[in-house]
């Protein structure tokens, strides 16, 4: 992976009954083939970050996360890959000496990344000065990315998903977690369309947040696919996942793009499209959380998700 050189992306074609009956075409941006870890918009968020790192001259790269998190992940790989240090601060302190048992904090650990597990009480001080100020004096100098790697540099990069050529679609559609990818697409898009932000929580704080980025007003969310709320599935997703992935030969993971999907088909099916309408999926990676997921499901004794 280089920084510096432009990045090829696929874009799939979907073909279903639901499409056709609704007179629909839909594509999906294939982000998750950019890197098997540094996936989707975890590339894109980073890529900017890491040449601002490297201008202020620091060699080491600390974030946040939780115990699946696709952010910690990415960044531990490409501070590997890139030749920088790496510190995760996680959350969850009953996690210290799991790594082995997590497929996550395993993958995290296998690349370097110095794990750092706080109670859930001490992760919510996490942007505090002061709490800051302590981990400068346990970890020295670092460059700090913010959990889910949201910031101005990474909606900078999230900027870039999109190309002139993909003026063509009525509608970009997105899933959302932290807004960062989504704002970016929210600057990029042309005068007509319109973005579909499709967030993985419930709760209505993440429109403020996208604000805070956003500079056009071409977007709406649609809050009614969440499946309970974050790393929340049912037994329902996880067959459409399944299902969808026979079908098209597309994986999708089920804290976001899965939920995305389903939920533009259900539009799709409930003729919220108007026949003709072209609809541009950003595929946003995250396969590497599957297995991690897998684990969870069958504690539960409830179906898993094909790999």
């Known amino acids: 992976m280089s920084l510096n050189l432009p990045i090829q992306v696929t874009t799939q074609r979907v073909e279903l009954p639901v499409l056709a009956d609704a007179g629909v075409i839909l594509d999906i941006r294939r982000e998750d083939l950019i890197h098997p870890i540094i996936s989707g918009n975890k590339y894109r968020k980073l890529k900017y970050n890491l040449l601002e790192a490297r201008s202020r001259g620091c060699d080491t790269l600390l974030t946040f996360g939780g115990a699946y998190s696709n952010h910690i992940a990415a960044t531990a790989r490409v501070g590997k890959e890139q030749n920088f240090k790496t510190v995760g601060v996680i959350r969850g302190e009953e996690l210290a000496g799991q790594e082995a048992l997590n497929p996550t904090l395993s993958i995290a650990s296998g690349n ?99 604000c805070n980025f956003a500079r056009n007003q071409n977007w709406s969310l649609e809050e009614n696919y969440h499946f309970g709320g974050y790393a929340k599935v049912t037994e329902e997703l996880i067959h459409f996942i399944n299902d969808f992935r026979e079908k098209t030969g597309i994986p999708l993971d089920p804290v976001y793009t899965g939920k995305m999907i389903y939920g533009i088909l259900d539009k799709a099916r409930r003729g919220h499209f108007s026949p003709g309408s072209r609809i541009l999926a950003i595929h946003t990676g995250g396969l590497q959380g599957i297995a991690g997921m897998n684990e969870k499901l069958m504690k539960k004794n409830l179906p898993t998700l094909c790999l």
């Open 112 to 210: 370097g990344m110095t794990l750092h597990f706080i109670s859930r009480k001490e992760y919510r001080q996490k942007d505090e000065p002061g709490f800051l100020a302590s981990l400068q004096q346990h970890f020295g100098d670092f460059y700090m990315l913010p959990e889910g790697g949201t910031n101005i540099l990474a909606v900078k990069g999230c900027e870039e998903i999109l190309a002139g050529s993909d003026r063509e679609y009525n509608y970009i559609c997105c899933s959302a977690g932290t807004g960062g990818t989504l704002a970016g697409l929210i600057n990029s898009a042309h005068k007509h369309q319109q973005v579909i932000g499709f967030p993985a929580l419930k709760g209505s704080f993440l429109k403020k947040d996208i």
